[in-house]
């Protein structure tokens, strides 16, 4: 279905002899080279550099940084070590978001693309509402909710009283509330980039197909399970994968909603991996740490990649 | 920190993946390879004058409340009368200052002047972020006999001076007199002892007001904890700073007072980030152990009538949270003597405005400027001025708040019911003896 744009892309003169070449066989790669100049400064280097880091005991302040080998690494998977417990404490609060955030983060911007992909007056206006709040930033966003969701003086509990509800729950203070509540702020402040994602993926699908299922007298729920999803599929996976490493990368909300409260169970991987590297300057852990988070990572949207693929057969 | 800010190819993930080792990475670059220039002002002026060339100074520092303003206002005072130097002051949260700092100096892009609190001074000089500056304290003829003892060691690491005490901030008791004339409480005459204390709360209690919140949260929960544990007669750690000792009978007896408040219905259960104290503002809480930073906002409301009194003493002694800001001066990538002696001579103007400073809600360092009449005017700090010889400072040793961090753990755990206070205490001194025992061996 995706190769329908590559298709038309062919140019027809290229075969011609004797005229301008327009490609040679450096032409790829130098259209690449912008990208691979940033990838290669900003990322491959660093991640190397990173590597060797977490081989020390560092601190980029300090005259010294003491070769240690693996025992950053090792350290993290010994009981009574200063970070394993702690670490393993925040990768679980990492996972508990990541599994309650991304089935909503799919589902509910896939519904809000649909309804915006109607034709109805006010379309633009409502597609710019939704949008809206990804364009805050976190630290915005984090004080908002703050209050908002504050147990004794926030907002939604003094309305939850009005209607006669329980207007006592700890939305940032205790769990399971305080993940209902990063959760919560999650999907409402970034539904919008995924709906627009889909919006673009839905536009893809031609008509004719809905035209074709209709003549063949199938019903909307059809025409969404064999239309509309296979059609998807592709923007699926990358919806997923992008949205399983945002979660995953969470640390903006607890930092600022909770304070990793009650006793640092909402204390997310990155969160740790920030304070240990920036607040106690220990980068050597904290990027021993970093890597390890990057492994599972990698294994997650291998497995992702994995079970798209499956489908495909 | 946004969401969604890598932006990613389907191809490209793996790379970001690995990015977020690299973002460390990144974190971690720099000129280490730079030889330390631990050169402070040596010239014969350092701070008493300045004559040299016109130079614009960069001044750093985490004045995030209404002392902001007041430095802002002292600073634009200094530009007026020195033509010759300007200061462009920047305002961070303490905690993004000491991430940006470092790596701000080591890139050579640093501040020209800093201000610190006596518990990061150790960690930055032993980091090389800050350079001594024994020349402006001499100049400035400060003497040991005119600052509390912890002020005075607090600016010293290894013997040399890095820090110019500022001030000293301190917790009170921030307590709101319309919720004590509807309780019948004498709102001139705030409690002073436990007795006092709780008879006070039962009255407020009566009339359906939870009086005393306590707040999970190093701001004040984990600060009441601290004056509590000195008042019980304990302490934060062992004499020569190798153990915490916050789990003795002392921390346990004053983490479960706090706890018994929640249990008792003087708090409520789960009180949020900064509740307490908005509570306080809203009239609904009755009395919060504050800091003295909050006077100017609270003594400017219309809506309510905030009292401010000294801590009660609840346990067996005086004991109050404090800490002090000092001025620091940070190390400079250039040669640029002009300047160092600049920032030198601001460093002591400013000192010697402190009683200005002090209208900011602050106590002067200096004991006689304390003492002073000048200072006892102010509205709403004398009460601070009072507690002076009951404030507790925490120590100077390098890294020291990686310790502390662990005792507020604690703080939050009991407080919010997730573990007992003793065990909750016992649990973050061992880990934090482990810490200090890290540290150590890092800073040497």
């Known amino acids: ?313 | 920190m946004n969401q969604f800010s890598v932006p990613l190819s389907r191809r490209g993930f793996l790379g970001a993946a690995g990015a977020v080792g690299g973002a460390m990475a990144l974190a971690a670059c720099g000129g280490q390879s730079k030889p330390p220039t631990a050169a402070g002002p040596t010239g014969s002026a350092a701070g008493s004058a300045y004559n040299g060339p016109k130079v614009t100074l960069a001044f750093w520092n985490g004045f995030t409340g209404a002392d902001g303003d007041y430095a802002k206002k002292m600073v634009n005072q200094f530009n007026s009368e020195t033509p010759n130097i300007h200061v462009n002051m920047n305002v961070f949260q303490w905690a993004d200052l000491f991430q940006k700092m470092p790596a701000a100096v080591t890139s050579g892009n640093g501040p020209d002047i800093g201000a610190m609190h006596i518990d990061d001074i150790p960690t930055q000089a032993a980091q090389r972020v800050i350079v001594p500056i024994d020349s402006v304290a001499n100049n400035l003829k400060l003497k040991e006999s005119d600052f509390a003892p912890a002020v005075w060691q607090g600016g010293m690491y290894k013997n040399a001076r890095y820090g110019i005490p500022l001030d000293v901030h301190c917790l009170g008791l921030f307590y709101n007199k319309d919720l004590f004339d509807k309780a019948g409480l004498d709102a001139e005459k705030p409690p002073t002892t436990k007795d006092e204390y709780m008879a006070a709360l039962d009255k407020l209690k009566s009339k359906n007001i939870q009086g005393s919140w306590v707040s999970p949260f190093q701001f004040t929960g984990g600060l009441m904890f601290q004056s509590l544990l000195w008042q019980f007669g304990g302490d934060l750690y062992s004499s020569d700073v190798t153990k915490a000792t916050w789990d003795s009978d002392a921390g346990v007896s004053a983490l479960t007072w706090m706890v018994d408040l929640v249990k008792q219905g003087y708090s409520p259960k789960n009180v949020g980030q900064d509740a307490d104290y908005i509570a306080l503002k809203n009239a609904k809480n009755a009395m919060n152990w504050q800091g003295i930073w909050q006077v100017n906002e609270v003594t400017k409301l219309t809506t309510t009538h905030i009292g401010i009194a000294a801590l009660p003493k609840i346990g067996t002694k005086g004991g109050v949270w404090g800490n002090s800001h000092q001025f620091v001066l940070p190390r400079s990538q250039g040669n640029d003597n002009s300047k160092v002696e600049a920032a030198a001579y601001f460093v002591s103007w400013f000192i010697k405005h402190g009683a200005d400073w002090a209208k900011s809600g602050k106590v002067p360092a200096d004991n006689n400027l304390a003492k002073s009449q000048a200072f006892t005017s102010i509205t709403g700090l004398k009460p601070f001025a009072d507690e002076v010889p009951d404030v507790h400072f925490p120590p100077s040793v390098a890294g020291i708040n990686d310790a502390t961090a662990k005792m507020y753990d604690a703080v939050n755990a009991a407080v919010l019911g997730k573990a007992d206070p003793a065990s909750a205490l016992h649990t973050a001194a061992k880990q934090a003896s482990q810490v200090l025992s890290d540290n150590s061996k890092k800073y040497g």
Request: proline share 6%; aromatic share 14%.
């Open chain 1, 1 to 313: 279905m995706t190769t329908s744009t590559v298709v038309r892309a062919t140019p027809r003169v290229s075969r011609r002899a004797g005229r301008v070449r327009r490609s040679g066989p450096a032409t790829p790669y130098l259209f690449l080279a912008p990208y691979g100049v940033l990838f290669v400064g900003f990322i491959l280097l660093p991640a190397i550099y990173g590597l060797w880091i977490s081989l020390h005991d560092y601190d980029y302040l300090l005259p010294h940084q003491p070769w240690v080998g693996l025992r950053n690494y090792t350290d993290l998977f010994k009981s009574g070590s200063r970070d394993g417990a702690d670490f393993w404490r925040s990768i679980r609060a990492t996972v508990i978001f990541t599994v309650f955030s991304v089935p909503l983060l799919v589902t509910i911007p896939l519904g809000i693309a649909m309804l915006l992909n109607r034709k109805f007056p006010g379309r633009t206006f409502f597609r710019a509402v939704f949008f809206t709040p990804y364009v805050l930033g976190v630290a915005v966003v984090g004080v908002l909710f703050r209050f908002l969701l504050d147990p004794t003086i926030g907002l939604l509990n003094f309305y939850l009283g009005k209607l006669g509800l329980p207007d006592q729950t700890p939305w940032t203070t205790q769990v399971p509330w305080a993940w209902v509540g990063l959760v919560g702020m999650t999907v409402w402040w970034t539904l919008g980039f995924n709906a627009i994602i889909y919006l673009a993926g839905l536009q893809e699908i031609s008509p004719e197909l809905y035209e074709a299922a209709e003549v063949d007298g199938a019903t909307a729920w059809q025409k969404f399970r064999n239309v509309t999803l296979p059609g998807l599929r592709p923007v699926l996976l990358f919806v997923m994968t992008l949205t399983i490493l945002a979660s995953a990368n969470m640390f903006g909300q607890s930092w600022l909603v909770t304070k990793g409260a009650p006793d640092n169970a909402t204390r997310t991987a990155i969160f740790y991996i920030s304070q240990v590297g920036l607040q106690q300057y220990r980068q050597g852990v904290a990027a021993a740490m970093s890597y390890v988070v990057a492994i599972i990572l990698i294994c997650v949207s291998l497995l992702m990649f994995r079970l798209f693929r499956q489908r495909d057969v």
